[in-house]
């Protein structure tokens, strides 16, 4: 089962800026996590590639235990993780986002990250017999804080500037499309991305940017309105600009991590409040 699109308990559109905040029941988040969210987290995808490429290697049975400790290793995810594989999921099942490449297959030390934007992938924007393509970027917080709007909206690493910058700097966004482009070739989404890749090069805010607030507290309205109206601003033509809260159950996200803790597992790593990512 998907990600559910939830209840719409508040809608704060600015202008063309997109702002909505959607409710999850205990029902939908945990059909949530066991299936597309887990999916990434587990990174199906990437074990499934892995597997394919060592497929022929005639290993002894030590061998074959280590090379599932190569490739399956790695500490349990922080209740943080969870939350950015919660609104990738959500984003690919209803904004027809695809995000192809996983921060996992770039880490170089464990729980490594890829500076610029928590998502870098493409979007879906024509009709089903004639779709086409942009490129889409997207930032997610996860927060445990009661206050509204809550801290990881704030700072240099917060969600409102993550989010002008990358409406704002050209850089940034040519950094993230050069991302893409070195991994693009011979994928079964080359096709996609060169289309994407032509709306951008004839105007380089033809994108679409995504901040995601992942919150497990009552719904409340001042979490994203200052936040639409002011990103608002400066909203260049042809850039699509959406935020979302998704409030789940309270208490769930100190709990998110053990979900996927390994079987007999006691402990987890969590992050009380701020989401904490090395490298933004």
């Not at 394919?52 to 349990?76: I, W």
């Not at 936040?227 to 033509?237: G, L, T, W």
Request: hydrophobic share 35%.
């Amino acid at each position: 089962m998907a990600v559910a699109l939830g209840t719409e308990v508040y809608k704060v559109d600015h202008l063309r800026v997109v702002a909505r905040g959607k409710s999850h029941s205990v029902s939908q988040r945990d059909a949530a996590l066991v299936s597309d969210v887990r999916a990434l987290i587990q990174d199906d995808k990437g074990s499934k590639k892995a597997a394919a490429l060592t497929s022929s290697l005639n290993l002894t049975g030590f061998a074959t235990k280590n090379l599932n400790a190569v490739l399956n290793g790695g500490s349990p995810p922080k209740d943080w993780e969870v939350g950015e594989a919660y609104g990738e999921a959500y984003l690919g099942t209803h904004k027809r986002c695809h995000f192809p490449w996983s921060d996992r297959w770039d880490e170089r030390k464990d729980k490594s990250s890829l500076p610029g934007s928590d998502l870098v992938g493409l979007q879906e924007t024509g009709t089903p017999k004639s779709p086409s393509f942009r490129f889409a970027f997207g930032e997610v917080k996860t927060s445990t804080e009661k206050k509204c709007p809550p801290g990881v909206m704030y700072g240099k690493e917060g969600l409102k500037k993550q989010m002008e910058d990358l409406r704002d700097q050209h850089e940034i966004r040519n950094t993230l499309v050069r991302y893409l482009t070195m991994r693009a070739q011979g994928a079964d989404w080359e096709d996609k991305f060169k289309e994407a890749l032509v709306r951008f090069l004839a105007e380089s805010t033809d994108v679409a940017i995504f901040g995601v607030l992942i919150r497990d507290v009552s719904p409340a309205e001042s979490d994203l309105k200052t936040r639409s109206k002011n990103i608002a601003k400066k909203h260049p033509p042809k850039m699509h600009i959406e935020l979302l809260a998704i409030y789940l159950p309270s208490g769930s996200i100190n709990n998110l991590g053990t979900t996927f803790a390994p079987a007999g597992s006691k402990t987890k790593a969590t992050t009380t409040g701020v989401k904490k990512k090395g490298g933004k």
